[in-house]
């Protein structure tokens, strides 16, 4: 069956049948299993294969896409203000690319910036979802193509011959007898409203030349030298203030006195103190300043909103509400199996930070946001101001991994610079960011796979996750779209989002996901790859044994199931490449996984060295992914590599311990983030050939890593993996609180 | 306040600050230089690696009162110009950075690491602690060894 709808056949028609299929298979099918001569029993397509949450976005954007222009100066240098946030995923590199392609414009003349927040885009603003790619692929080549055309026709009529004697090559206008004509001087003319243009389309995928060919970050010269500029390396708000806060010593606490403030007013380097609702903000003339002032700070604090609450508590309310089985364990042959895993920080290199200038009633805001029309909203809101007097501004960012949807800091920023009456450039400590940031939600997984002569007949998988926070623009968006989701009834976003993210690729039979929430006030939030790095990866281990039950090797069983020929593609691939099934010492395995996602599909062979079984390493990784269309073939790669390096971390060593209503780590000695060390010496990634349009890739590369990995250390130590990250002592002594 | 002064990248310059401020926030908040980044600021992350008299050293706990009379330099300081550094060459090629924040760090450690040896072997690189939570560590690795070939 296929995994996605098919050319000719309308997104509506397959929401109709999606809707009124699986509740019906479910029933039949386990009154009656399917005759064992069938091949496999195919699986009802999942509401993920009709619409995922990536189309959703899409959709969502559509009515906004024609406000993404392209701008051609007189200098002759193209420029789009793109409406997405850049963390190193290395977008505004690739649609630099689909311009320079489209305009036949030299890639060093087009500049890609980050724009403002735009409220106008309404729900075309939001960078998430592994969407960016996805949603502007079209938008910015049809806006290239209408600049084309229109420097086309503006050279067509200076020169008085038919625009179609005209042609673009190399950022010249070319006509007819050798004539030439530079973007810059036919700027004016081209952009005339009394221009007549025809109809623009973009090219044919057979005409791109820059797309699909390896091209490194433009912005990777500026990165080298230093002169890459984060949102605290600004000098834009003169006067602004290094600015941290104390903050409780539980989750959430509010501040009810402080104790000491004339004798911390009182010391060098401090200007101004200012209580906010997230704790005390001392501003001072530097950094370091800042940081001893708000240590030595005492304050009186109120409780926080998990203050009982530890990884055990946490765990017992996961366990309890995991839904139960609908197939019978006793009747038939089973795999059963239950997995926990722990919370896990973002951890952007660069920690949560902000400059805010809150004064005479208006207020202009920097930092690294990825959801900037809700940031901008909310802050006004916050300071009681119109959104016209708040300006957003949108700094290329530190890595996010998801975390800079939320816009704690430039909240926070907003809200000290309105009390102190100055501007501040706010930054959290590692510590804090840790703490107190955002994180992964804590989950709890109970899979169940029937299965007879040879075929699994169902597959079942119980999702229970801490609460996770879509507060940052995703509610409203699913809101808007709802008539179009290919779920119905009373769910959650939580659940929206699940499952319009997570499908199982094989053909298992009948296979249910669910999600079941925990609602614990904590800062959590998505984190690259959202539900699908630990339902995802805990399916790719029950794969595993499901095969072994089987008496099947894991490679083999994985291409008997899988749904379609893109995913045996990749999944042979790497077991080509990576000379599945080679000989390998003892305490050394290799391990295989696959995974799909918003129409890109990727396999992970790794291999693992746990001759120490407390400290395995992943010694090599072969990676296989098709995206559809790759646009930067080497920056898919760097994501890959960052996906493989997530999941080693979060698989092996990486999470946070909760006691008494507060995580446990505090910085990168803690919390076990890869270091070179835990880092194969042999990676090699390989990009299929371009057949389709893009799929998204910026997640794509952590579930299937996550399983290959724990499909290693099982087959080296000999051990179940159940519990995540595999070894995770408090092998340190906290920080204060 | 006590003042120092001191070599920052090639040029000499003079400034007043706490003894034990550290180095990072004199560069930083003082000096405007903001190539060394904060990630921990107790020497674990590396993000701000720079040399101090030509070692690796991690301002976020270095007091400025010890670079008193030395010689400072930070990743504006690598390059000759517009002539890179052969590892900057070398991150450029292998198009080593994602978000590029601890890249600074990380040439930084890597440049004290070829100076130390000439040819440094795969635990040689292990044993540079630099986070990079993009995780372009293959990369990094890729890219020291190419720098070593070229110099
Ligand atoms: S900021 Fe200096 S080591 Fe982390
Ligand atoms: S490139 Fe982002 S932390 Fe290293």
Redesign the interface.
Known sequence: MSSSPSAGHSRRHFLTYLLATPTLAVAAALVDPPPVARAAVPTPPAPADVLDLGDVLILAAAPTANMITVAVGEDGRVGLALPREEVGQGITTAVAMLIADELDVPLDRVDVTLADARPELVFNQLTGGSNTIRSVYTPVRTAAAVARARLVAAAAARWGVPAGQVTVSGGVVIGPGGRTAGFGELSTAAASPSLKVGTATPKPASQQRLVGTPTSRRDARAMVTGRQAYTLDLDVAPGALPTMVRRPPTISGAVRSVDNEAAVRAMPGVVDLAVVETGVAVLAETFGQALDAKNALQVTWGPGTVDGEDDDSIREKLHAAALPFAAPGLLTQHVDAEFDFAFVSHAPMETNSAIADVRDGKAEIWAGLKSPIVAQETIAKDLGLPVSAVAVHVVQGGGSFGRRLFFDAALEAARISKKAGKPVKLMWSRIDDMRHGRARAASHHRIRATHAAGQVLTFEHRVASVETDFRHGLGEILTAMSASLPVGGNLSFAQTVFLTTVKSPYDFGITTQTLTEVPLQMHTGSWRSVYSANTRGAEEIVVDELAAAQRKDPYRFRREFLEDDRSRAVLDKVATEGQWGRPMPAGHAQGIAFHAEYQSCTACLVEIDATNPDRPRVTKATIAADVGRPVNPRGLESQLLGGLTDAIGTTLRAGLHIRDGLPLEGSYSQFHYTRQAESPRDVRVFVMPANGEPGGAGELGVPAAVGAIANAWARATGRKPRSFPLTFPVDFDPFPR | MPTYSFTLNGQSVTVDA?AD??L???L???L?V?????????D??K?CTSHLDGQAVNPCVVPTSEADGREVT???G??DGDR?HPV?EA??EQ??????????GQ?MAAVALLKRTKHPT?AD?????????????????EAIKAAAAAM
């Open positions: 706490p401020l550290p990072l926030w004199t930083r908040d003082k405007g903001k190539g060394p980044k904060y990630g921990c600021g107790i674990v992350c993000a930070t990743i504006e690598l390059a890179l900057q991150w450029l198009d080593v950075a994602q978000c590029g924040y601890c890249q600074p040439i795969d690189i292990d044993a540079i602690e630099n986070v990079c939570r993009c995780g372009s560590y293959f990369r990094i690795r």
